[in-house]
């Protein structure tokens, strides 16, 4: 079982930053690639950006490119995300997820473990 709870959510102005953290605990993380997806009032469940297990691939969606940045700290069992220049359109609840593998995916259903998620609201 891997745990995961998120955290930094909020309310923020068009143009501004918010960083998310996803906190895992559980099995090794480190063996764990992990990814963020978001979901609007009414809209389905999307993919916004994964990395592999070391960090060392990442993916976005194309809707956030340029925009945000995925990492991860395996000493810390922490995955963030970076959003910058921030749209009413990026208002949604990001899930922070977990999936057994080394290398991440881009489909809901490629993820075993999922958080509880986070609002993150843009006024405009």
Known sequence: QVQL???G???????????LSCAASG??????AMGWFRQAPGKEREFVAGVNYN?????YAD????RFTISRDNAKNTVYL??????PEDTA?????????????????AYDYW???TQVTVSS
Not at 9 to 19: D, E, I, P, Y
Not at 97 to 104: G, H, M, Y
């Open 63 to 66: 809707s956030v490119k340029g």
């Open 5 to 7: 709870v998120e955290s």
């Open 93 to 109: 609840v990001y899930y922070c997820t977990a999936r057994p593998s080394l290398n991440t995916a881009a489909t809901a259903e």
């Open 82 to 87: 970076q959003m910058n220049s921030l749209k």
């Open 9 to 19: 959510g909020g309310l923020v102005q068009a143009g501004g930053s918010l960083r």
């Open 55 to 59: 960090g060392g691939s990442t993916r």
């Open 27 to 32: 099995r090794t993380f480190s063996r764990f």
């Open 115 to 117: 958080g509880q998620g």
